[in-house]
């Protein structure tokens, strides 16, 4: 079956970039049925949507976000990224890959474990 | 945005119980609503997607409806493995997708 991996540092200092890499494995980030988002959770401020891309390249970001945020797909290595610009201590959260799925109205079927990302000099 | 005002923030039910969680969203969604079920240190899993349909391996004891702008999460005949907390999420028109601020569902 279709599993998500997140990957990437665990600690940024501030002002620096956060890049984090989703790997998905028994599926393709080809197919157009789904898209491929990240989404954040910390205790202040629960689950953020951060934004998602489509296989085409297309890309939706919140808009609190989207500034610093950009998200890619590599398809030769069937991951999909996140990069999040001049982090500040607010940036550290877990975050989740997650795959959307358009015929489920854009519900998200199937989820990362997460990573953990501490934003500290 | 989208605000999803989700209640209660926490709630304390026994085995065998049947409970309601809500969520309002600020302006309509249509049914661009789903519902995840988290344990701690796991990431969310979804319950209900379009603001009634029961996901795939779901247990039948969870439902959703909806009345205008209020979605309803209920779980009937509560289960030991149901005690978690549970989130709503909606997915409407242009970003962000704004998720309710969670429910936690304790023993009684």
């Known amino acids: 079956q279709v599993q998500l991996q997140e990957s990437g540092p665990g600690l940024v200092k501030p002002a620096e970039t956060l890049s984090l890499t989703c790997t998905v494995s028994?599926?393709?980030?080809?197919?157009?049925?789904?898209?491929w988002t990240w989404i954040r959770q910390s205790p202040g401020k629960g689950l953020e949507w951060i934004g998602n891309?489509?296989?085409?390249?297309?890309?939706k970001y919140n808009p609190s976000l989207r500034s610093r945020v950009t998200i890619s797909v590599d398809t030769s290595k069937n991951q999909f990224s996140l990069t999040l610009r001049s982090v500040i201590a607010a940036d550290t959260a877990v975050y989740f890959c997650a795959r959307g799925v358009a015929g489920l109205f854009e519900a998200l079927d199937i989820w990362g474990q997460g990573t953990m990302v501490t934003v500290s000099s | 945005d989208i605000q999803m005002t989700q209640s209660p923030s926490s709630l304390s039910a026994s085995e065998g119980d049947r409970v309601t969680i809500t969520c309002r969203a600020s302006q309509s969604i249509s049914t661009y609503l789903s519902w995840y079920q988290q344990k701690p240190g796991k990431p969310p899993k979804l319950l209900i997607y379009a603001a009634s349909s029961l996901h795939t391996g779901v247990p039948s004891r969870f439902s959703g409806q909806t009345s205008g702008t209020d979605f309803t999460l209920t779980i009937s005949n509560l289960q030991p493995e149901d005690f978690a907390t549970y989130f709503c999420q909606q997915t409407y028109g242009d970003p962000p997708y704004t998720f309710g601020q969670g429910t936690k569902l304790e023993m009684k």
């Open positions: 028994g599926g393709s980030v080809r197919s157009g049925d789904y898209d």
């Open positions: 891309i489509y296989y085409s390249g297309g890309t």
